[in-house]
């Protein structure tokens, strides 16, 4: 097979850097606040019981130092973040804004409302925040780790190298240094330089997620696909839900000839109708090489066909059950057994107990659209997304619009998301679709473009689009070279 790049495997680091974001002092203070003893006692209890999963002790624990300090700044930025680690979203967002209330230039406090904005508003977005920031604290190394994680993932690679140096003329000993330059390395197709600075940063060893995927990159760069399989494998055990690491390790376990394994583990999760379409070619594929040929065929064409584009609540298969949350699985389990009432009135109660979680609203608006009622799933969705706006629920509002008939909104919606997130191919590819209805086919070919270049390019129907573009614009270079590429990749030669 041809190499097989997912489209969903961008490196994405500017959401897991801020490390050292709550440090303490050695001075009796919490990021620079002053606090009694009594109070950093408190502080120290409940991030341990935060780590541990104990959110309600947690809580239990920052109720008892408001009690005796209400008004420091250092004290509502932890709270923010036990609040958005516990999915109350708008309240993370009111414990934020307290914070700069009391401290209009408090690091934390701005730090955490610019972390705030890139969830709710895009990459972009939260440029300003970060650089209003940083005209106040210059020097501020988690400030500047996460605007030059944003930086990478917006895809501006020597803007955020020299974030980095700065980052380094900070404090040459902080493992982001090392870390942001590591995920740099991997980018450029140098994974022994990647390897080493992850070495160096220590963050691999310490079992930060994000490392690990940066250094299974870069051991798949190198063909130790099986010591890349390992770590992801582990990986995957502590993050269940997490689909990117889902892939590579399919990927990783796929170029190790790892065929049976692969279909005992995927296969039931490649035949849902929302699994992923390059874990269900992969699992085609090992179908294939085990001489499984009517297996084989059905995941190979039902790969090609892709997502259908539409919402789809679903059951949840029994090996699955685990990796999805208790609401999720209530919420599917209704819908496939058809109980459109009994849905309604579970998913109001879910958002009369969490109006302020943007996880609970966004599912409810799944529920809303499961029954046909799109104008409450706009609403919950949008205000979902108010809070926090992941690609996957900006997919759904944008596939509602069009569902309601206003397709204005929707490309509207789709265009801001190409722009605030321009290495998310799905998106690109999506939007090159739209552009093709409308006969703009330079468009199709920019955006086509700049998705095989983050790694889309075996994909037949991406493949067909392009050589389409490049028809009608004339270009007869790009006709012959995207003819042969959909002929090495269409499945008749797959499967030949």
Same mark, same amino acid.
């Given at each position: 097979?041809?190499?097989?790049?997912?489209?969903?495997?961008?490196?994405?680091?500017?959401?897991?850097?801020?490390?050292?974001?709550?440090?303490?002092?050695?001075?009796?203070?919490?990021?620079?606040?002053?606090?009694?003893?009594?109070?950093?006692?408190?502080?120290?209890?409940?991030?341990?019981?935060?780590?541990?999963?104990?959110?309600?002790?947690?809580?239990?624990?920052?109720?008892?130092?408001?009690?005796?300090?209400?008004?420091?700044?250092?004290?509502?930025?932890?709270?923010?973040?036990?609040?958005?680690?516990?999915?109350?979203?708008?309240?993370?967002?009111?414990?934020?804004?307290?914070?700069?209330?009391?401290?209009?230039?408090?690091?934390?406090?701005?730090?955490?409302?610019?972390?705030?904005?890139?969830?709710?508003?895009?990459?972009?977005?939260?440029?300003?925040?970060?650089?209003?920031?940083?005209?106040?604290?210059?020097?501020?190394?988690?400030?500047?780790?996460?605007?030059?994680?944003?930086?990478?993932?917006?895809?501006?690679?020597?803007?955020?190298?020299?974030?980095?140096?700065?980052?380094?003329?900070?404090?040459?000993?902080?493992?982001?240094?090392?870390?942001?330059?590591?995920?740099?390395?991997?980018?450029?197709?140098?994974?022994?330089?990647?390897?080493?600075?992850?070495?160096?940063?220590?963050?691999?060893?310490?079992?930060?997620?994000?490392?690990?995927?940066?250094?299974? $990159?870069?051991?798949?760069?190198? =063909?130790?696909? %099986?010591?890349? /399989?390992? &770590?992801? *494998?582990?990986?995957? !055990? #502590?993050?269940?839900?997490?689909?990117?690491?889902?892939?590579?390790?399919?990927?990783?376990?796929?170029?190790?000839?790892?065929?049976?394994?692969?279909?005992?583990?995927?296969?039931?999760?490649?035949?849902?109708?929302?699994?992923?379409?390059?874990?269900?070619?992969?699992?085609?594929?090992?179908?294939?090489?085990?001489?499984?040929?009517?297996?084989?065929?059905?995941?190979?064409?039902?790969?090609?066909?892709?997502?259908?584009?539409?919402?789809?609540?679903?059951?949840?298969?029994?090996?699955?059950?685990?990796?999805?949350?208790?609401?999720?699985?209530?919420?599917?389990?209704?819908?496939?057994?058809?109980?459109?009432?009994?849905?309604?009135?579970?998913?109001?109660? $879910?958002?009369?107990?969490?109006? =302020?979680?943007? %996880?609970?609203? /966004?599912? &409810?608006? *799944?529920?809303?659209? !499961? #029954?046909?009622?799109?104008?409450?799933?706009?609403?919950?969705?949008?205000?979902?997304?108010?809070?926090?706006?992941?690609?996957?629920?900006?997919?759904?509002?944008?596939?509602?619009?069009?569902?309601?008939?206003?397709?204005?909104?929707?490309?509207?919606?789709?265009?801001?998301?190409?722009?605030?997130?321009?290495?998310?191919?799905?998106?690109?590819?999506?939007?090159?679709?739209?552009?093709?209805?409308?006969?703009?086919?330079?468009?199709?070919?920019?955006?086509?473009?700049?998705?095989?270049?983050?790694?889309?390019?075996?994909?037949?129907?991406?493949?067909?689009?392009?050589?389409?573009?490049?028809?009608?614009?004339?270009?007869?270079?790009?006709?012959?070279?995207?003819?042969?590429?959909?002929?090495?990749?269409?499945?008749?030669?797959?499967?030949?």
């Amino acid at each position: 097979m041809r190499k097989l790049t997912p489209q969903s495997l961008g490196l994405c680091v500017g959401a897991v850097l801020a490390l050292s974001a709550c440090s303490e002092g050695s001075d009796g203070s919490i990021n620079g606040t002053p606090m009694t003893f009594e109070v950093e006692r408190l502080v120290e209890d409940a991030r341990f019981e935060m780590e541990q999963g104990n959110l309600a002790d947690a809580g239990a624990l920052y109720d008892q130092a408001l009690a005796i300090d209400r008004e420091n700044p250092a004290l509502w930025v932890d709270i923010a973040r036990l609040r958005y680690r516990g999915g109350e979203h708008v309240g993370a967002l009111e414990a934020a804004d307290f914070a700069l209330e009391l401290d209009t230039q408090f690091a934390p406090a701005l730090l955490m409302r610019a972390q705030l904005v890139r969830d709710a508003y895009g990459l972009d977005a939260s440029l300003t925040w970060f650089e209003s920031a940083l005209a106040l604290h210059p020097e501020n190394p988690d400030l500047l780790a996460e605007y030059a994680g944003t930086l990478g993932d917006l895809g501006r690679s020597k803007d955020m190298l020299a974030v980095v140096r700065t980052l380094a003329e900070v404090d040459a000993s902080d493992p982001r240094v090392h870390y942001l330059q590591a995920v740099l390395a991997v980018r450029g197709n140098d994974p022994v330089l990647a390897s080493s600075l992850l070495k160096r940063s220590g963050m691999r060893e310490a079992g930060v997620p994000s490392a690990i995927v940066v250094d299974a $990159l870069g051991e798949m760069q190198q =063909g130790n696909f %099986d010591t890349a /399989a390992t &770590s992801l *494998d582990d990986l995957l !055990a #502590r993050q269940p839900g997490n689909v990117r690491v889902m892939e590579l390790l399919a990927r990783a376990m796929w170029l190790n000839g790892r065929d049976r394994e692969i279909v005992d583990r995927f296969a039931a999760r490649a035949a849902a109708d929302d699994a992923s379409p390059y874990v269900t070619m992969l699992v085609g594929r090992s179908f294939e090489r085990l001489g499984q040929r009517e297996r084989a065929n059905e995941f190979i064409e039902k790969a090609y066909a892709g997502r259908s584009g539409n919402i789809a609540v679903l059951g949840v298969p029994d090996a699955l059950r685990g990796a999805v949350p208790e609401p999720t699985r209530t919420v599917r389990d209704m819908i496939a057994s058809g109980n459109a009432s009994g849905t309604r009135a579970y998913t109001n109660q $879910l958002v009369s107990r969490f109006p =302020g979680s943007s %996880d609970i609203l /966004a599912l &409810s608006g *799944d529920a809303a659209f !499961a #029954r046909g009622d799109t104008v409450s799933a706009l609403d919950l969705y949008s205000r979902a997304s108010t809070i926090r706006r992941p690609w996957p629920l900006t997919r759904k509002i944008i596939t509602t619009y069009r569902a309601a008939g206003d397709d204005d909104a929707a490309d509207t919606l789709l265009i801001r998301q190409v722009r605030s997130e321009p290495l998310n191919t799905e998106a690109l590819v999506m939007f090159a679709e739209q552009s093709a209805l409308n006969n703009d086919w330079l468009r199709v070919a920019v955006l086509l473009d700049n998705a095989i270049a983050n790694g889309a390019g075996n994909d037949p129907k991406l493949l067909e689009l392009r050589l389409e573009a490049a028809r009608s614009l004339g270009n007869e270079a790009d006709v012959n070279k995207f003819a042969n590429r959909l002929a090495q990749v269409s499945p008749v030669a797959f499967l030949d």
